[in-house]
Nanobody
Framework: QLVESGGGLVQTGGSLRLACVVS????????IGWFRQAPGKEREGVAC????????FYDDSVKGRFTISRDNAKNMVYLQMDNLEPDDTGVYYC?????????WGQGTQVTVSS
């Protein structure tokens, strides 16, 4: 089970830190990611991190502003979001993936006002 928190309403240029607590399995061997879905749009990938070498990948729209991280000891995943823009508005989901296993959280709303 994945449960996100940390969403909210913020002004343009503000920051939020999303957290995702993982239970029921050990996060160590899972690739992790954050996705978002804006109203009327499809879900899109925002950031992800591999398991072995910790390589990170970001969508071009968030590069330099968002940072994904993980704490395997605490079974936690984070997304630090800085310099937020109105286009960042949406429901943010964390996900964990290993082979055929994919787990998703229920999402947390992020709203950036102009």
């Amino acid at each position: 089970q994945l449960v996100e928190s940390g969403g909210g309403l913020v002004q343009t240029g503000g920051s939020l830190r999303l957290a995702c607590v993982v239970s029921g399995f050990t996060l160590d061997d899972y690739a992790i990611g954050w996705f978002r879905q804006a109203p009327g749009k499809e879900r899109e990938g925002v950031a992800c991190m591999s398991t072995t070498d910790g390589n990170t990948f970001y969508d071009d729209s968030v590069k330099g502003r968002f940072t994904i991280s993980r704490d395997n000891a605490k079974n936690m995943v984070y997304l630090q979001m800085d310099n937020l823009e109105p286009d960042d508005t949406g429901v943010y989901y964390c996900a964990a993936h290993r082979g055929p296993n994919n787990y998703w959280g229920q999402g947390t709303q992020v709203t950036v006002s102009s």
